[in-house]
């Protein structure tokens, strides 16, 4: 590991924990909550929330746009 590779490791793990800490301090329903921070290791530990995954609710918003792009009023006004 050079110094430079050291040196940006370092410098990726302050800013890790900095804003993992800051996340931390945030309180909000639509927000997870951090319960802790750690630096050696670095981890962070979040509350485990429920539902579905992030991809799929990608997909299903995606493809609800494009039923809305076909089912539109252009497409009203190609049926007329």
Known sequence: LSL???SR?????R??????????ALSH???CTIHEVNQEPPFLAMEFLEG???PGLVALAEAAKRDSETDGPAASARAN
């Open 4 to 6: 430079r590779d050291f």
């Open 29 to 31: 329903p639509n927000i």
């Open 52 to 54: 579905a995954a992030l």
């Open 15 to 24: 800013r890790f924990v900095r804003e993992a800490q800051a996340a931390a």
């Open 9 to 13: 490791l370092l410098k990726a793990r």
